[in-house]
Each structure stands twice: as C-alpha cells, then as structure tokens.
T-cell receptor, first 112, second 114 residues
Framework: NAGVTQTPKFRILKIGQSMTLQCTQDMNHNYMYWYRQDPGMGLKLIYYSVGAGITDKGEVPNGYNVSRSTTEDFPLRLELAAPSQTSVYFC???????????FGEGSWLTVV | AQSVTQLDSQVPVFEEAPVELRCNYSSSVSVYLFWYVQYPNQGLQLLLKYLSGSTLVKGINGFEAEFNKSQTSFHLRKPSVHISDTAEYFCAVSFLSYDYKLSFGAGTTVTVRA
C-alpha cells in the first residue's frame, strides 16, 4: 500500500538554490495539501489543490509554488531557498470532502 | 475567529500511568475533530476522529477522546501508557464552513519514562 509518497526524505540546500519536493498519491484523491512543520508551531498549510489544474494558497505560501497537472502528483517548488524555509514538509491527500486525510512520511529540508 | 489550542506543550509521564492531553478550539461553525500521533522521524498517523454521534471516541493503541461541545474541547486520554507511546500528538480541527481543511494545534510532546 503506497498511499502518499514524498521524495526526497532529506535534503540540504544552500541559500539561493531551488528545488522541488515531489509528492505522489495512488488513492485517486482529488484533494492534496502541502504543510510545513516547525517546532512548537504545529503544521501550517502552504498550498492545497482540490483537483488537477486547481491550486490555492494556504496560510504560509510565500517562497513556494505548486502545480497540479495530474490527479496523482502535487510537487512543491522552492525558489531562492532561505534559512527560514528549513523545516519538515508533509504532503497529504483527501478524498473529496471526506474528512480523513492521509499524510506522507515527510521531507526534512535544511537551508544553510 | 477559528483556532485550535493544545494547552500543554510537554507532558512527562511514567510508564503505566494515565495521561490526558488537552485540546480546545474556537469556532462559530460545526467541526470535525481529530487526534494525530507522530513518532520520531515519521509522518502523522490518525489516532481517532469525531465526526458525529457518540461524544466518546475510541481510537488505536488504547487511546480515547471525549468531545465536549459546551466547553469546546476534545481531550485525549489513555489509562496506562507504555514507553512506545513516546511521541508528539497533534489535535486538528476541520471547520465546516466552505471547505474541510485541517487546522492543527501546536502539538504536545509526550515522554514516557520507566
């Protein structure tokens, strides 16, 4: 059971570099999310998508971009990485408005 | 304003003792309520959820939670913890306005000692 798969699991970036966090789900869910987790802050929503071709900003979208060309994939792009983007990133998916959300295992990103 | 508050950031507890993790929310609309657990260096796993019906909800690993609408709370309990329950626990709320996005509390770190 693959569920929600994120890659890479760990990455170190230099300030100013760019990279893409990949997220794929095999459950045919139409809703997908990207969260970041910082110590003592819980999870904050970066971007979300309600279906292929549709994306919207969450609470903390600055410095990130997303695309949703297929139902399965929801990549998160960091342009001009900054130390403030050091965090753990979680991708998640959900079937319609059914409230159970499935999370990936996380991507640990450090910007130095 | 809609918000989720976990009242304890750290909860140390001895093995086989009971534990309660507190979660309060503020909302002008109906809600769905969730508790997630995150073991070290892992993703989030759903412990239990309240959507409707009985206010006492039982989840995995012996956890249960009670929805109290008048106090807008959803506290998580376990009568006897194990070392393996050491983890971070997140309360999450879905505010049933125009979408079902989850809002998370800041998390409670539970450390179980022998």
């Amino acid at each position: 059971n693959a569920g929600v798969t994120q890659t890479p699991k760990f990455r170190i970036l230099k300030i100013g570099q760019s990279m893409t966090l990949q997220c794929t789900q095999d459950m045919n869910h139409n809703y997908m999310y990207w969260y970041r987790q910082d110590p003592g802050m819980g999870l904050k929503l970066i971007y979300y998508s309600v279906g292929a071709g549709i994306t919207d900003k969450g609470e903390v979208p600055n410095g990130y971009n997303v695309s949703r060309s297929t139902t399965e994939d929801f990549p998160l792009r960091l342009e001009l990485a900054a130390p403030s983007q050091t965090s753990v990133y979680f991708c998640a998916s959900q079937q319609g408005l059914w409230p159970t959300i499935y999370f990936g295992e996380g991507s640990w990103l450090t910007v130095v | 304003a809609q918000s989720v508050t976990q009242l304890d950031s750290q909860v140390p507890v001895f093995e086989e003792a009971p534990v309660e993790l507190r979660c309060n929310y503020s909302s002008s609309v109906s809600v769905y309520l969730f508790w997630y657990v995150q073991y070290p260096n892992q993703g989030l796993q759903l412990l239990l959820k309240y959507l409707s019906g009985s206010t006492l909800v039982k989840g995995i690993n012996g956890f249960e939670a009670e929805f109290n609408k008048s106090q807008t709370s959803f506290h998580l309990r376990k009568p006897s913890v194990h070392i393996s329950d050491t983890a971070e626990y997140f309360c999450a709320v879905s505010f049933l306005s125009y979408d079902y996005k989850l809002s998370f509390g800041a998390g409670t770190t539970v450390t179980v000692r022998a």
